[in-house]
Every structure is written in C-alpha cells, then in structure tokens.
T-cell receptor, first 115, second 113 residues
Framework: AQKVTQAQTEISVVEKEDVTLDCVYE???????LFWYKQPPSGELVFLIR??????QNEISGRYSWNFQKSTSSFNFTITASQVVDSAVYFC????????????FGTGTRLTIIP | DTGVSQNPRHKITKRGQNVTFRCDPI?????LYWYRQTLGQGPEFLTY????????KSRLLSDRFSAERPKGSFSTLEIQRTEQGDSAMYLC???????????FGPGTRLTVL
C-alpha cells in the first residue's frame, strides 16, 4: 500500500526565515517517483519537483531545496529566505503502482509567511 | 504548450440535479486523470484514461459518476443525482508518458445545495 504522511498541518514563519516541510512516504515498490506541488489560494496545483527512487541527489532551485533520503523514506522541502508569496498549501505525493500511475497525496501543509 | 483547462470553474447545483464537467488536457498528453479534493485534504484519485480507454476507476467513483474521453482528447466527468457529499473540487491532470509529471488544471469547484 502507498501512503504519504505530512505531519505538519500548519506552519507559520516570519518573512525571510527558512522553513522545512516534512514528507514521509511508504511503498513496497523499488521504483517510484516523488513529487511536491504547491496550491495557492487560487486552488490550482502547481508542480514543483519530481524525483525518481534511484536518484537520491539533493536538488536546489533558487530558494527551494529538496532532501531525499531513502533510509528514512523522507522527501523534505526547504524554503530559504521565505517570502509572502510562498504562502500556500504544499502537497507531497508519490507514484508507485506502475500501470495507472495515480498520484497518492499527503494531506498537505498550510504554510503562512508573516510579513 | 497551453496548460490543462477545465470548465466550468465553479458550479452550484441543487441536490438531485445532474452536472457535467469538462477537461482539456495539454495537447499530445495521452494520459488523463480525474481527482477529487475535499476541504483540508489532498486530492484523491477517481479515474484514469490512456487515450480514449478508461483503464481504472477508484472505489470512490460510485455508479452515479461516469467519465468519458472520446477520441482521446478532452474528457467529461458527469455526476448524476448529485448529493451534498459530492461537494468538492474536481481536478483534472494530464501527462505525456509513464512516470511523467502530471500537470493539473485549475479545477471545478462543485457546491451541492
């Protein structure tokens, strides 16, 4: 069975602080993909990153960075020097069941950046 | 590429009425997905098309729900005899290939009174 856990329901930080969003996944498959999506108040899910299970290299994109650790089944997301525009709900998701490849989402973390 | 589009963006209906939503995927994306998202939750898978073939339906999709993708292009999701529990955001996503990134549309927010 696939499961994604985002234990942090809501986080608030003051602008310019760094913040890390946690994601823990469960899967029995050896091949899988992990994703992060951003959902701003407008409601549209915006793709941020895709990672496959064979690539544990951390990734940095501007103020965003991702830490993938298979040993702990975690795929954490850090925003450096947060900005008000980062306020949104962030979802971690995985695809494990090759065939239909449906996304299994966590419950999301609501991030509020306080100006 | 233009993104995934969905219509209408909002739909308010009375219980018992039928509603139909439309999704236009990114051109040349042969896989299309429908998800449902309720307040405070992540999206949940409803059904999946590869080209015009509907390959899987979730147990969440009761007999009142039907989806089609004629000619492998746009897709429609119909809900018959709507119930208040159907109130949710209905999201459509498309992807080009196996293991590819799913790109989402803006969603259709359904409110059943």
């Amino acid at each position: 069975a696939q499961k994604v856990t985002q234990a942090q329901t809501e986080i608030s930080v003051v602008e310019k602080e760094d913040v890390t969003l946690d994601c823990v996944y469960e899967t029995r498959d050896t091949t899988y993909y992990l994703f992060w999506y951003k959902q701003p108040p407008s409601g549209e899910l915006v793709f941020l990153i895709r990672r496959n299970s064979f690539d544990e290299q951390n990734e940095i994109s501007g103020r965003y960075s991702w830490n993938f650790q298979k040993s702990t089944s975690s795929f954490n997301f850090t925003i450096t020097a947060s900005q008000v525009v980062d306020s949104a709900v962030y979802f971690c998701a995985q695809i494990s069941n090759f065939g239909n490849e449906k996304l299994t989402f966590g419950t999301g973390t609501r991030l509020t950046i306080i100006p | 590429d233009t993104g995934v589009s969905q219509n209408p963006r909002h739909k308010i209906t009375k219980r018992g009425q039928n509603v139909t939503f439309r999704c236009d995927p990114i051109s040349e994306h042969n896989r299309l997905y429908w998800y449902r998202q309720t307040l405070g939750q992540g999206p949940e898978f409803l059904t999946y098309f590869q080209n015009e073939a509907q390959l899987e339906k979730s147990r969440l999709l009761s007999d009142r729900f039907s989806a089609e993708r004629p000619k492998g292009s746009f897709s429609t999701l119909e809900i018959q005899r709507t119930e208040q529990g159907d109130s949710a955001m209905y999201l459509c996503a498309s992807t080009r290939a196996s293991g590819g990134t799913q790109y989402f549309g803006p969603g259709t927010r359904l409110t059943v009174l």
